[in-house]
């Protein structure tokens, strides 16, 4: 049994929360940059610090960008793996530290997840997929064969993503989307079938 430390304290780390307890582990502090009145699952949240943490940490925030600042920000942390027991997960998959798998998400053969990735509720990600850092694959998204995303890159609840699709870095697909062509790195795109809308600052 671990005890995994927090930082987070909103809802995703509520859930998040509960998926440790659920793999046999336990949540020690729970920090936040905005801790007041903040509770996740009857452990009160604390003010963040500007020191080291050098315990075992597992970033519970949902946006890509905030993940990757945190850290960036705490790089002598060791990071957790939190992974749903109702994850069907094949045994030839990587999956990388500072990830979360959560409940009926479906990862199969040969994929390889990246450190600090999401895998939300329902997603599939299918044979050889390739996702990289920082990545989230949102409730009930899909993910068909041999697609690669890229860094930091988000996959909307609902979408689709056909096989041997590239998602570049810090692209967005928008929920309910159907992807059937590349899509560049910082790209938004939206539809049946994905068009590009506008491109990321």
């Given at each position: 049994m671990a005890t995994i430390n927090l930082f987070g304290g909103s809802g995703h780390a509520k859930v998040i929360s509960d998926l440790i307890y659920m793999q046999g582990d336990t949540v020690g502090i729970v920090y936040d940059d905005n801790p007041e009145g903040k509770e996740i699952n009857g452990t009160k949240v604390k003010g963040a610090t500007d020191g080291r943490i050098n315990e075992?940490?597992?970033?519970?925030?949902?946006?890509?960008?905030?993940?990757?600042?945190?850290?960036?920000?705490?790089?002598?942390?060791?990071?957790?793996?939190?992974?749903?027991?109702?994850?069907?997960?094949?045994?030839?998959?990587?999956?990388?530290?500072?990830?979360?798998?959560?409940?009926?998400?479906i990862i199969q053969a040969e994929s390889k997840i990246g450190k600090h990735c999401i895998i939300n509720t329902g997603a599939s990600v299918d044979h050889e997929c390739i996702v990289g850092d920082f990545a989230h694959i949102a409730p009930h998204s899909t993910l068909c064969g041999n697609v690669h995303v890229g860094e930091g890159a988000f996959i909307g609840a609902g979408a689709t993503v056909i096989p041997g699709i590239k998602i570049g870095k810090w692209a967005t697909v928008a929920a309910g989307a159907t992807v059937v062509s590349d899509v560049p790195d910082r790209a938004v795109v939206a539809g049946v079938p994905a068009k590009i809308i506008r491109y990321k600052d």
């Open positions: 075992l940490l597992m970033v519970a925030i949902g946006s890509n960008e905030s993940r990757y600042l945190i850290v960036r920000r705490y790089p002598d942390a060791i990071y957790a793996k939190v992974i749903a027991p109702s994850a069907q997960i094949s045994r030839s998959v990587q999956i990388d530290d500072g990830t979360v798998v959560m409940h009926g998400a």
